[in-house]
Structure formats: C-alpha cells, structure tokens
C-alpha cells in the first residue's frame, strides 16, 4: 500500500510533534519520596588535578538546576562555572583550581520533585599528590529532621574557617582542616551568615562545649537567646502602667507611690520616682535563659491620666495551707480597716492577718475550710478606686474528693560522668512537654511519683549563672562554650507502680 503525497506530509508532521514532546517527570505512579544519590564522580582520581579541570557529578535521577548556583561553592573561595543538565552537574574554574581545594554541595539540591539530599557532599581535589583526609565528626541533638542545619568552624577572631551541613540525622564532619588549635563549632537551623553574632539572638542553635578535637563533637540546638527591647508603655493612671517587650512579656511598673517605693516585693515590678518634667528615663536589668543584660530607654509622659475603672480579684488559690489573692493591679490596702475577716464556730466574726507579696498579690493567714469576708472598701488601686462598695464573699475552697489513688512510676537514674560540675537532669513528658529538674549528687538521680506516659530524660552541666536552664553559650562579648550534655537514646515509657533504672553517659 502506497502513502499520497498529502498522507506522507501529515504522517511526517505528526511524528515531528511526538518526538519533540518536552521532557518532565512521568505523569502517573507512585509519587518519588526518595531524595537523589550521588553514584558516579569524574575524574575518578581527586589528585593531580589540572589547573581547568573540569568534574562531573552524576545523580542516580535529573537534578533540578535552578538555584546551583547557590547550593554549590569552592572552599577557599573561587568563581567557578555550573552547568547542571538532566542527571549531571559539571563544575569548573573561571580561572584555576587552587592547590588545594574543596568543593562542596548543599543539601538544599532537589530532584524535580522538591527531594533534596539526605547528606551534603564534599569533595577535596589536590594538584598535587597528596590530601589530608582526616575528619573532624560530630553530631546535632534536639533537631527538626525537616530543617537543614548550618555547621561552621570559627576562629577566636570571629571568622569563618569552613562550612558544612549536618544529615537529617543530625550527623555532620568537616574535612580538609589542618590546623584545629583554638577553632570551635557554631550550628544554626538556616544557614550561618559572615556576620553571624547577632544569629543567636534569632535562630536556634549550638555551641562548641569542648575542645575542637576529629571524634567527639555533640552540639545540643537549643532555642535563640533573645535580647528583648522595649516597644511601648501602657499607664492605666499616674502611678502605674505596664512596659510591654518584643518578646511578648510585661514589666509592671510603679511611679512616686509612697506605699511601695521604698519597698521592693519582688523583681516583676519596676519602680521609679519621677517629677513630670523631663522624659521618664526606663532602665533596668533583664535576663534571658542564660544572660542579664540591660534594657533602658525614654519616653515622653506627662501627669493627667484618668482612671476611673475599680481593681478586681484575678484569682485566689491555696498554695501550702495558705490562701492568696491575685489582683488585677497593684492594690493598697486601709491599714485602718478590718479587710479580711471569717465567722468562727461561734458567730463571731474574726479578723484575719494579711501581707503583701508582691503589689498585686496579698497573702492572708485562712485556711481552706472557711468562707472568706473581703472589705471592699479597705481596698483600692493607686488612684483611690475601691474594690468595690460593699463585701465580698469568697467561698470554701474547692476541695479534691476523688479519693481513688492513682498508679504512679519511678525513673532512677546512673550517669557516667568524670567532670567537676554540679549535674542537672531533667526529665520531660512527651505528650504535653511538662519537665521536671533536680539537681544532681554523687553521680545518681530518682523521679518519684510520674504520670504513666512516655518520656524524654536527659542530664548537662549547671553552668548557667541565670537560671537552671541548659546553658547554651554565648558569642558576645566573648566566646563562652556551652555546658556538655548527656541525652538518653530513646524516649522511656514510665508505668504505674513500675521502677525504671537507667545509666546515661555524659562524655
């Protein structure tokens, strides 16, 4: 059978069309979960490279090229050309490969389908006979396995020596280091910037907590050491307002108040005396997890407020037998007034002792049986605004009558440990994070009386001069390396009536 003129003519058009079809991922399928692997690498050979030699890396799938540019650099730094097409990245110099060199790729590389790789490559070439293979390994604990960690070596001075990545593992090595006298190791979760001190403050992350050595390098990422400044000051009348912070707090503050100028409750309120005449100059000290540092700052503010609204009663609870009670701000009490009072047995009606513990919290002497009488007119803000006009009646405390006794376990706890520190453990519950903390002796610790659940339990060196926080370490105004830690492998299932005994090694 023969084809017309006209039949063969659509016949080459329509195979033209087919073979020219745009080449993308195959339609239909599982979806690819699986990240791209390095399989081949050529030259095969990484010394004796020529000064232009060019290498070729091939993937076992098409590499997505966008962003090569970004995901790949030359350590120490050179301009180099990326040609990254289907399975293969071919990298050269713009001008000459260095004596030594190392090449490295990011773990941000992604096939077509957003799979970026499980490690970051590195690859070191000589143009001579000869390269330093040792390595220098560590790991990353308390990561996102979703996030990609940045790894740098620095120097005293602040500056970069290299970078790498940790593998969604946590795990991570430098190579091609010779000398590593006085460096240590920075992680942050992104990526780490040439000025990276402020970092810390934005970022999780983790510090060095020993000498940079090739075979014992954990780094513990914990979260970033904010430094918070002051966005505005609410004053509700002329001698009391709130100074609220950029990281979500609020300092209570007390202006020319007779009553509590001269005594200082406790460290959440700020007092200050002020003449109305200049700008009101804010400034005092703060912490962190780990560091105090100091916030100041001014502002305008002149006499004049109005405040008409009454204080209230926040909350009252029993703490230890005694009976406190939360306002909603600070509050002076009528030393001249029967406040609070109870009927006894016989009727009789009996004042109570009270004190302050702070400006908005009193503590009275009741205990939790008794319907509690409050003088509301004994009691008002520091613009003279009562409580209320007339009494208020607390009532018996709510009392717990489940009497069924609930199945609670024990972790006790070994650890294997060689410092000179005081040791801290903490154990966490995994379903809703509650820890608790217990100062650690002779190298054993017990938790008593734990809800049945699953939990996480880990010990590290109390080095921290603010609270009993993990100390993470700092950068500025000098390197101070973090505390050394010591994490249980898996998390632990606490049963009731069950005693758990377990041995932590802290390295």
């Known amino acids: 059978m023969f084809l017309s003129f006209k039949n063969l003519f659509f016949l080459t058009i329509l ?15 599982d979806i690819d979960k699986t990240s791209p692997k390095l399989i081949s690498i050529f030259p095969t050979s990484h010394i004796n490279i020529d000064d232009r030699q060019s290498i070729k890396l091939i993937f076992n799938e098409r590499i997505n090229p966008l962003s090569l540019k970004s995901y790949i650099r030359i350590e120490p730094s050179i301009d180099i050309y990326i040609n990254g097409k289907n399975n293969e990245i071919k990298i050269s110099p713009v001008d000459i490969w260095p004596n030594n060199f190392k090449i490295f790729i990011s773990r941000n590389i992604s096939d077509y389908h957003g799979n970026s790789l499980n490690s970051p490559i590195e690859l070191l070439y000589s143009k001579s006979d000869f390269i330093d293979s040792k390595k220098i390994n560590g790991q990353l604990f308390n990561i996102d396995n979703s996030k990609i960690y940045e790894v740098a070596l620095i120097n005293k001075n602040y500056s970069i020596i290299s970078k790498t990545e940790s593998d969604n593992l946590g795990n991570f090595s430098f190579t091609g280091i010779e000398d590593i006298d006085s460096l240590f190791i920075l992680a942050i979760e992104g990526s780490i910037k040439n000025d990276f001190k402020n970092s810390i403050r934005t970022h ?3 510090l060095s907590n020993r000498d940079l050595n090739y075979d014992l390098n954990p780094i513990y990422i914990s979260e970033p050491v904010f430094k918070a400044k002051i966005n505005n000051i609410v004053f509700l009348n002329d001698y009391y307002g709130k100074i609220n912070l950029s990281d979500g707090n609020s300092i209570p503050l007390i202006l020319n108040h007779s009553k509590f100028y001269n005594e200082i409750y406790n460290d959440n309120f700020l007092y200050i005396k002020y003449d109305f005449k200049d700008s009101l100059l804010i400034d005092f000290n703060y912490k962190n997890t780990i560091e105090e540092y100091n916030i100041n700052s001014s502002i305008a503010f002149s006499k004049g407020i109005q405040d008409t609204l009454s204080p209230y009663i926040m909350d009252n609870f029993f703490s230890n037998d005694s009976l406190f009670f939360k306002f909603s701000e600070p509050i002076s009490l009528n030393h001249n007034t029967e406040i609070f009072s109870f009927i006894n047995k016989d009727s009789i009606k009996t004042n109570i002792r009270y004190k ?24 008002s803000d520091l613009n003279y605004n009562n409580l209320c006009d007339t009494v208020l009646v607390v009532p018996k405390a709510n009392v717990d009558l489940d009497n069924n006794v609930k199945a609670f376990g024990t972790v006790n706890g070994n650890i294997n440990y060689e410092g000179n520190e005081i040791l801290i ?20 610790f017990s938790f008593e009386n734990l809800v049945p659940g699953e939990y996480k339990i880990w010990v590290y060196e109390n080095t921290n001069n603010v609270s009993s926080n993990y100390f993470s370490g700092i950068l500025e105004p000098k390197i101070i390396k973090s505390a050394k830690f010591g994490i249980y492998p898996s998390n632990l299932t606490v049963r009731g009536n069950w005693v758990n005994t377990i041995t932590i090694n802290l390295k």
């Open 425 to 444: 453990a903490e154990i966490v519950n995994t379903s809703n994070n509650d820890f608790i903390r217990k100062n650690i002796t002779d190298n054993q």
């Open 204 to 206: 999780k992350y983790g």
């Open 15 to 29: 195979l033209i069309i087919s073979g020219c079809a745009s080449i993308g991922s195959p339609s239909g399928g």
């Open 356 to 379: 302050y513990i702070s400006p908005d919290l009193i503590f009275i002497n009741a205990d939790n049986d008794k319907e509690i009488n409050v003088n509301c007119l004994g009691i």
